[in-house]
């Protein structure tokens, strides 16, 4: 079994200050690790993931997300927020199984990210 | 643009009513699957595709049935709309499942009266 856990459903920063979204996970296998971001009315854009490589992962808009086996964290950071990062986040767990049948995302509820002007 | 297309946006049903919802991908991705997404729950999965012909069923799969006839397409259809079946549906592609990452539609918002 597998799951996502995001410990904040809302976060605000002010423009320029750095981001911080917390995830932790658990899951059986060793699993792959995403993060996902939705603009209103959008469907789901890839930010970056995790497969077993670097621990340190950097994604798309100058986002970066750090792979914690101990911690069993895959929190995501950017160190000046932009207005147009308002939107909502989520962490995905895949347990990465691609024999037919088995493989299986996971999502977190979301966390809605508001950037103050 | 390459990418998966979803079609109807919006619609509204009647409890009772069956519809499909359309889903189309051209990158030749063996994976596709749909999500529901309700407030507070993130996304669901609702069933999968590994392949033409190849179906399976996620977490939520009672009340929709699939199909996959081709790489391409992979519909989604309500046998007898119920209110409960209100929510945002995603469609996602991928080249080989999670560990690449998927490609979603921009949704399909059903509300069902």
């Known amino acids: ?117 | 643009n390459a990418g998966v297309t979803q079609t109807p946006k919006f619609q509204v049903l009647k409890t009772g009513q069956s519809m499909t919802l359309q889903c189309a991908q051209d990158m030749n991705h063996e994976y596709m699957s749909w999500y529901r997404q309700d407030p507070g729950m993130g996304l669901r999965l609702i069933h999968y595709s590994v392949g033409a012909g190849i179906t399976d069923q996620g977490e939520v799969p009672n009340g929709y049935n699939v199909s996959r006839s081709t790489t391409e397409d992979f519909p989604l259809r309500l046998l007898s709309a119920a209110p409960s079946q209100t929510s945002v549906y995603f469609c996602a592609s991928s080249y080989g499942g999670g560990v690449y990452g998927y490609t979603f539609g921009s949704g399909t918002r059903l509300t069902v009266v």
């Open chain 1, 1 to 117: 079994a597998q799951s996502v856990t995001q410990l904040d459903s809302h976060v605000s920063v002010s423009e320029g200050t750095p981001v911080l979204l917390r995830c932790n996970y658990s899951s059986s296998y060793s699993p792959s690790l995403f993060w996902y971001v939705q603009h209103p009315n959008k469907g789901l854009q890839l930010l970056l993931k995790y497969t077993s490589a670097a621990t340190l992962v950097k994604g798309i808009n100058g986002f970066e997300a750090e792979f914690k086996k101990s911690e069993t964290s895959f929190h995501l950071t950017k160190p000046s927020a932009h207005m147009s990062d308002a939107a909502e986040y989520f962490c995905v767990v895949s347990d990465g199984i691609s024999n037919f049948g088995n493989e299986k995302l996971t999502f977190g509820t979301g966390t809605r990210l508001t950037i103050i002007p």
